[in-house]
T-cell receptor, first 116, second 119 residues
Framework: SQQGEEDPQALSIQEGENATMNCSYK?????LQWYRQNSGRGLVHLIL?????REKHSGRLRVTLDTSKKSSSLLITASRAADTASYFCATDGDLRYGGATNKLIFGTGTLLAVQP | GAVVSQHPSWVICKSGTSVKIECRSL??????MFWYRQFPKQSLMLMATSNEGSKATYEQGVEKDKFLINHASLTLSTLTVTSAHPEDSSFYIC???????????????FGQGTRLTVV
């Protein structure tokens, strides 16, 4: 498969709780990005973390990157019902051949449901 | 941020007909655009990379003659699903990255997607 793996596949939490999603990939990367997709819509960019960065914050979002483990996590703090969406990680990598390209390859995604 | 406009947002067509989907970068030049396909509750699968002024690069398993891509200008790429069949029904999404230096370190901007239903 050309995709990275994300877990959990689905996550249901209560409003106010934190949500953590994980992403693993297989090749060397230039950067890793997280996107959000509301049902039946296009994707919205959330945050980009470069391969030489370990942690990045943006509002209620916190992203970590561990290149030695080829993994990343996205933490959404103090979740809201409006955060309900699918979340995808994406890398600048061709998972079949290794190395970085200008193509974004997406992970399998996590469906987050925040209950009011 | 930059805006990518995709049209139409949904289309229903008869089996055997062709459908064209347009992807435009509205306020930036995109030498490269990407076409993805997404099945319900699944991730995005990259179909092809559209290169301005040259042939598209297709991913393994994607039929070139089935999914025709044209990237005639720095702001427009089109995907034509030829002789569509019900199994081509899917959600198609385009994206573009801002042209410039360090292109591999920029975010991608996505169109709103096109829901194709072939009946």
């Amino acid at each position: 498969s050309q995709q990275g793996e994300e877990d959990p596949q689905a996550l249901s939490i209560q409003e106010g709780e934190n949500a953590t999603m994980n992403c693993s990939y297989k090749t060397s990367i230039n950067n890793l990005q997280w996107y959000r997709q509301n049902s039946g819509r296009g994707l919205v960019h959330l945050i980009l973390i470069r391969s030489n960065e370990r942690e990045k914050h943006s509002g209620r979002l916190r992203v970590t990157l561990d290149t030695s483990k080829k993994s990343s996590s996205l933490l959404i703090t103090a979740s809201r019902a409006a955060d309900t969406a699918s979340y995808f990680c994406a890398t600048d990598g061709d998972l079949r051949y290794g190395g970085a390209t200008n193509k974004l390859i997406f992970g399998t995604g996590t469906l987050l449901a925040v209950q009011p | 941020g930059a805006v990518v406009s995709q049209h139409p947002s949904w289309v229903i067509c008869k089996s055997g007909t062709s459908v064209k989907i347009e992807c435009r970068s509205l306020d930036f030049q995109a030498t490269t655009m990407f076409w993805y396909r997404q099945f319900p509750k699944q991730s995005l699968m990259l179909m092809a990379t559209s290169n301005e002024g040259s042939k598209a690069t297709y991913e393994q398993g994607v039929e070139k003659d089935k999914f025709l891509i044209n990237h005639a200008s720095l702001t427009l790429s089109t995907l034509t699903v030829t002789s569509a069949h019900p199994e081509d029904s899917s959600f198609y999404i385009c994206s573009a990255r801002v042209r410039g230096t360090g292109v591999m370190n920029t975010e991608a901007f996505f169109g709103q997607g096109t829901r194709l239903t072939v009946v």
